[in-house]
């Protein structure tokens, strides 16, 4: 047999954990292969060995046959192997082309030759369908361009092996649809493709193979055909995953949250929620569905005190708290789990254990006379990681180290410990794995069964009918429709999404 990539008994070892333990992987000539695993399962890290980014204590890596050290990105590039990684590595300020050329520029004389180069961006740009824009600036196309820019600067780079990392985490639907076509072009083209990702509908929509790894250990390879996502998932976890998610009718009692005629400009001071109504009573779950961009972020800031508001009314038990500061927000009996969890949920350089006293640092018994009392901390610490199945080496672990399904059990621990009447949870399960997931949603239900208000955003709709015990669906910064999720369909909710249908009610 014929593959372009072998890696053969990789083990990577990092202090105190065994990443890659003997995982043998096998890319043939024109597949796309899936690399499935849990958060942390050591996906990433495999790939990183491939791409140069790491170097393995033991095993064998072959391209086309011959045996290869990779020692760097750029000897990967050289072997025509390019990633994309999940976070991407783009210049902000700089321009599409400027971005994929930058170390491989085309010089006419002295000087860097800009028409060549975008007139080359332009012609691969077409090439693979990827309709971007070569002299557009990053900073001002979304995050669904910046990866097809991604691609370009590894197609541009030669790339014959293409390695995803998580691609589908941070697309809208649309945009999803538009990568899996740019996929089957790739392949036309004879390139072979490694796509890591825990989404067993993509795996089976788009892969040819599979190879399931667990804890760190190589499970099975197998052809996607005739598999299920049920078996898939439980190879990934290693036991049976429930995908409908087990839970009583809500008793819904006071209203917790009040929103009356609530306007909130966006950062470019454009109108981003326009006068909009909306409570949440304790003991339910309302998720709020709309496509990305239509006020969500606006309106949970504006909740939370990050965001100031044009005018309306926000009120938690019946007291008004739109002008408090957001830390008397918080303790006013409002948890947040943010959409970002880079940005908004953590402090990336500091322990995990830090991390997890973030928004109660400040009192007892977590410090006194403004000095932190380190024991506490790691005390609270070790009781969330344990409880929340956080997977950490130990509670000192910066939380950069962490995987980004760890890190989001981290938030969320912190966030349900401190047992807020109010719970916002927004995208909390982008990005994680089935029996992450589960146990998200478990949580979740867990909280409106202890009486609690918990509003939920997401923009995937299977976890909003899911979850929702109500959900009011959010179109250009306006609810639209309150519908209940046992008598609609995803197809009702994507047309009241796009604004095509109006319907209200379902209290």
Same mark, same amino acid.
């Given at each position: 047999?014929?593959?372009?990539?072998?890696?053969?008994?990789?083990?990577?070892?990092?202090?105190?954990?065994?990443?890659?333990?003997?995982?043998?992987?096998?890319?043939?000539?024109?597949?796309?292969?899936?690399?499935?695993?849990?958060?942390? /399962?050591?996906?990433?890290?495999?790939?990183?060995?491939?791409?140069?980014?790491?170097?393995?204590?033991?095993?064998?890596?072959?391209?086309?046959? %011959?045996?290869?050290?990779?020692?760097?990105?750029?000897?990967?590039?050289?072997?025509?192997?390019?990633?994309?990684?999940?976070?991407?590595?783009?210049?902000?300020? !700089?321009?599409?082309? @400027?971005?994929?050329?930058?170390? *491989?520029?085309?010089? =006419?004389?002295?000087?860097?030759?800009?028409?060549? /180069?975008?007139?080359?961006?332009?012609?691969?740009?077409?090439?693979?369908?990827?309709?971007?824009?070569?002299?557009? =600036?990053? /900073?001002?196309?979304?995050?669904?361009?910046?990866?097809?820019?991604?691609?370009?600067?590894?197609?541009?780079?030669?790339?014959?092996?293409?390695?995803?990392?998580?691609?589908?985490?941070?697309?809208?639907?649309?945009?999803?649809?538009?990568?899996?076509?740019?996929?089957?072009?790739?392949?036309?083209?004879?390139?072979?493709?490694?796509?890591?990702?825990?989404? *067993?509908?993509?795996?089976?929509?788009?892969?040819?193979?599979?190879?399931?790894?667990?804890?760190?250990?190589?499970?099975?390879?197998?052809?996607?055909?005739?598999?299920?996502?049920?078996?898939?998932?439980?190879?990934?976890?290693?036991?049976?995953?429930?995908?409908?998610?087990?839970?009583?009718?809500?008793?819904?009692?006071?209203?917790?949250?009040?929103?009356?005629?609530?306007?909130?400009?966006?950062?470019?001071?454009?109108?981003?929620?326009?006068?909009?109504?909306?409570?949440?009573?304790?003991?339910?779950?309302?998720?709020?569905?709309?496509?990305?961009?239509?006020? $969500?972020?606006?309106?949970?800031?504006? #909740?939370?005190?990050?965001?100031?508001?044009?005018?309306?009314?926000? =009120?938690?038990?019946?007291?008004?708290?739109?002008?408090?500061?957001?830390?008397?927000?918080?303790?006013?009996?409002?948890?947040?789990?943010? $959409?970002?969890?880079?940005?908004?949920?953590?402090?990336?350089? !500091?322990?995990?254990?830090?991390?997890? +006293?973030?928004?109660?640092?400040?009192?007892?018994?977590?410090?006194?006379?403004?000095?932190?009392?380190? =024991?506490?901390?790691?005390?609270?610490?070790?009781?969330?990681?344990?409880?929340?199945?956080?997977?950490?080496?130990?509670?000192?672990?910066? &939380?950069?180290? *962490?995987?980004?399904?760890? $890190?989001?059990?981290?938030?969320?621990?912190?966030?349900?410990?401190?047992?807020?009447?109010? *719970? #916002? &949870?927004? $995208?909390?399960?982008?990005?994680?794995?089935?029996?992450?997931? @589960?146990?998200?949603?478990?949580?979740?239900?867990?909280?409106?069964?202890?009486?609690?208000? +918990?509003?939920?955003?997401? !923009?995937?709709?299977?976890?909003?009918?899911?979850?929702?015990?109500?959900?009011?669906?959010?179109?250009?910064?306006?609810?639209?429709?309150?519908?209940?999720?046992?008598?609609?369909?995803?197809?009702?909710?994507?047309?009241?999404?796009?604004?095509?249908? %109006?319907?209200?009610?379902?209290?």
């Amino acid at each position: 047999m014929d593959y372009v990539v072998e890696m053969l008994n990789i083990r990577k070892e990092f202090p105190g954990i065994v990443a890659n333990d003997n995982i043998t992987l096998q890319l043939k000539k024109g597949e796309i292969h899936a690399l499935l695993g849990e958060n942390g /399962a050591g996906k990433s890290t495999l790939m990183n060995v491939l791409f140069g980014l790491y170097q393995p204590e033991k095993g064998e890596i072959k391209v086309k046959g %011959k045996t290869v050290k990779i020692t760097s990105p750029n000897i990967a590039n050289d072997l025509g192997i390019g990633m994309v990684h999940q976070h991407f590595m783009l210049v902000d300020t !700089f321009t599409v082309t @400027e971005n994929i050329v930058l170390g *491989l520029e085309p010089k =006419k004389g002295l000087n860097i030759d800009m028409k060549k /180069a975008e007139k080359d961006v332009q012609e691969i740009s077409d090439r693979y369908g990827l309709k971007v824009d070569p002299k557009a =600036k990053i /900073a001002d196309i979304s995050v669904g361009m910046q990866q097809r820019v991604e691609i370009l600067k590894t197609l541009y780079r030669g790339a014959e092996m293409l390695i995803f990392d998580e691609p589908t985490a941070v697309l809208t639907p649309q945009e999803i649809k538009e990568l899996t076509q740019i996929f089957r072009t790739l392949i036309k083209e004879g390139k072979s493709i490694i796509l890591i990702t825990h989404k *067993l509908k993509e795996i089976i929509e788009v892969c040819d193979r599979v190879t399931v790894i667990r804890k760190g250990v190589g499970i099975e390879t197998l052809d996607v055909e005739g598999t299920t996502p049920t078996q898939l998932a439980s190879l990934m976890v290693g036991r049976e995953v429930l995908f409908k998610t087990d839970k009583k009718p809500a008793v819904p009692k006071d209203t917790v949250l009040e929103i009356s005629k609530l306007n909130v400009k966006d950062s470019r001071g454009v109108d981003a929620v326009r006068n909009l109504d909306l409570t949440v009573r304790s003991g339910e779950i309302v998720g709020i569905a709309g496509v990305d961009g239509n006020g $969500q972020s606006e309106l949970i800031e504006a #909740i939370t005190g990050l965001k100031k508001i044009q005018s309306g009314s926000v =009120k938690l038990n019946g007291k008004e708290i739109s002008k408090y500061k957001t830390r008397k927000i918080t303790e006013a009996g409002v948890g947040h789990i943010p $959409q970002d969890r880079h940005k908004h949920g953590l402090v990336l350089d !500091f322990p995990i254990g830090d991390n997890m +006293v973030l928004q109660t640092y400040y009192s007892k018994p977590y410090s006194k006379y403004s000095v932190l009392n380190n =024991k506490e901390i790691n005390k609270q610490a070790k009781k969330l990681i344990q409880e929340f199945d956080v997977r950490t080496p130990s509670e000192t672990t910066p &939380a950069r180290a *962490l995987s980004g399904g760890n $890190q989001q059990k981290a938030i969320i621990g912190r966030e349900v410990d401190r047992d807020p009447d109010l *719970l #916002i &949870a927004a $995208q909390p399960t982008r990005g994680l794995d089935v029996g992450a997931i @589960e146990f998200i949603h478990k949580r979740l239900i867990e909280q409106r069964d202890n009486g609690k208000a +918990v509003l939920l955003i997401s !923009f995937e709709l299977e976890e909003i009918l899911n979850v929702s015990d109500r959900i009011a669906v959010i179109y250009e910064g306006n609810i639209i429709a309150i519908v209940d999720p046992k008598e609609t369909t995803e197809q009702e909710l994507g047309l009241l999404m796009a604004g095509s249908k %109006k319907k209200v009610g379902a209290e």
